[in-house]
């Protein structure tokens, strides 16, 4: 059975429609250029359906990050998990140890200065892409911008799959997993019967804490002294060293005499023990003997001030203190006055230039005679000294009997 031949006509119209849509379906896939040839890195330059819209006006920022783990180009910025943006580039940092990823991000989207980008998941076996996240305050620091770049410091990655598999694994297979057996085992039979015991223990432990916990303040001052001692001490070296060299000798002649220091703290050890065996064997007589002081105490005691007084007159006879209180100037004036006994007789002494006078005898009443003269030819009456006194037996009137 023979195909039907298609017309000259339609044959030729089908070959150009073909040559056509092949011509559309290339503008299409390299993207047509008025002028010039297009430009075509590899695959990750074939625009992928959907993504986010970049708007008219998108602008750039560079994120640093420590691993990128599988995020390749095109994968979706998002804030608040709504795709705002996608990755351009992803190549190695300045550092050769960090990765440098340079996002487009809508120009309507506004983030501060100061936000911070997490490589995160979609899904258990999702894609990757860059979450940006605004801090919780606001600090004032301006917007992200063209050309703006997150530093090491404000970025990070969530756990890998593969990582939380491996710590799983490590952990049932290796991990002491198979011990707990043996742990609970050992436990129980540590706290079995000793239920007070432990529960005291926690009590005590806890009023511990309560303590520390109230005095973590004078803790940290203690802290801080001995911090500022250790500096003081620092530098201070020098001088501590001279101390403990100087320290040196007598510690070493401790260490010669410690047989005799021995020696003495022996002979002070049986010394005390003489001392209150005797005080013990002496006690009923010693108490005897202060009941026996005690009305002697009790009677100065009654004395008061009177004992204390008569010792200040005693050993100030006779110039006491009511004497002194007398005396006035630097000198102490003496007043003798002497009365003649009736029938004594009074020599004068001789007077030069004359003869000398007799005095009349004086009388019993009068007033000291022979303290007086009669004037001489050469002036007024002096003081005589004291005569010398006779005693005759002589009657009164100064005549002799």
Same mark, same amino acid.
């Given at each position: 059975m023979k195909r039907a031949a298609l017309p000259r006509g339609r044959a030729a119209g089908l070959a150009a429609g073909a040559v056509i849509a092949l011509g559309l379906a290339f503008a299409l896939t390299l993207g047509g250029v008025p002028a010039g040839l297009p430009g075509f890195d590899g695959i990750e330059d074939l625009p992928l359906p959907g993504g986010a819209d970049l708007g008219d006006h998108p602008y750039t920022v560079t994120a640093e990050l420590q691993d990128v783990l599988s995020l390749v180009p095109h994968a979706a910025v998002r804030v608040n998990d709504v795709a705002v943006g996608r990755i351009t580039r992803v190549e190695?940092?300045?550092?050769?140890?960090?990765?440098?990823?340079?996002?487009?991000?809508?120009? $309507?989207?506004?983030? *501060?200065?100061?936000?911070?980008?997490? @490589?995160? &998941?979609?899904?258990? !076996?999702?894609?990757?892409?860059? &979450?940006?996240?605004? %801090?919780?305050?606001?600090?004032?620091?301006?917007?992200?911008?063209?050309? #703006?770049?997150? %530093?090491?410091?404000?970025?990070?990655?969530?756990?890998?799959?593969?990582?939380?598999?491996?710590? !799983?694994?490590?952990?049932?297979?290796?991990?002491?997993?198979? &011990?707990?057996?043996?742990?609970?085992?050992?436990?129980?039979?540590?706290?079995?019967?000793?239920? %007070?015991?432990?529960?005291?223990?926690?009590?005590?432990?806890?009023? @511990?804490?309560?303590?520390?916990?109230?005095?973590?303040?004078?803790?940290?001052? /203690? =802290?801080?002294?001995?911090n500022r001692l250790s500096s003081t001490l620092a530098t201070r070296k020098e001088d501590?060293?001279?101390?403990?060299?100087?320290? #040196? %000798?007598? @510690?070493?002649?401790?260490?010669?005499?410690?047989?005799?220091?021995?020696?003495?703290?022996? #002979?002070? $050890?049986? @010394?005390?023990?003489?001392?209150?065996?005797?005080?013990?064997?002496?006690?009923?007589?010693?108490?005897?003997?202060?009941?026996?002081?005690? *009305?002697?105490?009790? /009677?100065?005691?009654?004395? +008061?001030?009177?004992?204390?007084?008569? =010792? &200040?007159?005693?050993?100030?006879? *006779?110039?006491? $203190?009511?004497?002194?209180?007398?005396?006035? +100037?630097d000198y102490l004036n003496t007043y003798l006055s002497m009365v003649a006994v009736p029938g004594t007789e009074v020599i004068p002494p001789l007077v030069s230039g004359g003869a000398p006078t007799p005095l009349p005898a004086p009388d019993a009443g009068d007033a000291p005679a022979a303290q007086q003269r009669a004037p001489g030819k050469h002036g007024p009456a002096s003081p005589l000294p004291l005569p010398s006194v006779s005693g005759t037996g002589a009657k009164s009137g100064g005549e002799p009997g």
């Open positions: 190695l940092g300045e550092d050769d140890w960090s990765a440098r990823v340079t996002m487009e991000i809508n120009g $309507d989207v506004k983030l *501060p200065a100061d936000a911070t980008a997490r @490589l995160e &998941q979609s899904s258990l !076996l999702g894609e990757k892409y860059v &979450q940006l996240v605004a %801090p919780a305050k606001e600090t004032g620091t301006g917007r992200l911008t063209d050309g #703006s770049v997150i %530093p090491l410091a404000r970025t990070s990655r969530t756990t890998e799959v593969e990582e939380v598999f491996g710590a !799983l694994s490590l952990l049932l297979n290796g991990g002491g997993v198979s &011990q707990l057996k043996t742990i609970t085992r050992e436990l129980n039979a540590a706290l079995g019967g000793r239920e %007070p015991e432990v529960r005291s223990m926690l009590k005590r432990v806890n009023t @511990l804490v309560g303590d520390l916990d109230d005095h973590r303040e004078d803790i940290t001052d /203690a =802290l801080d002294a001995v501590v060293g001279t101390v403990l060299t100087g320290l #040196s %000798p007598g @510690l070493k002649t401790l260490e010669k005499q410690r047989g005799s220091l021995l020696t003495m703290l022996r #002979s002070l $050890d049986t @010394l005390s023990g003489v001392a209150v065996s005797t005080i013990n064997a002496s006690k009923d007589d010693m108490i005897a003997d202060l009941k026996a002081v005690a *009305p002697t105490l009790k /009677a100065l005691a009654d004395a +008061g001030t009177d004992l204390p007084d008569s =010792l &200040q007159v005693l050993l100030t006879y *006779p110039f006491t $203190d009511e004497v002194l209180r007398g005396v006035k +100037g």
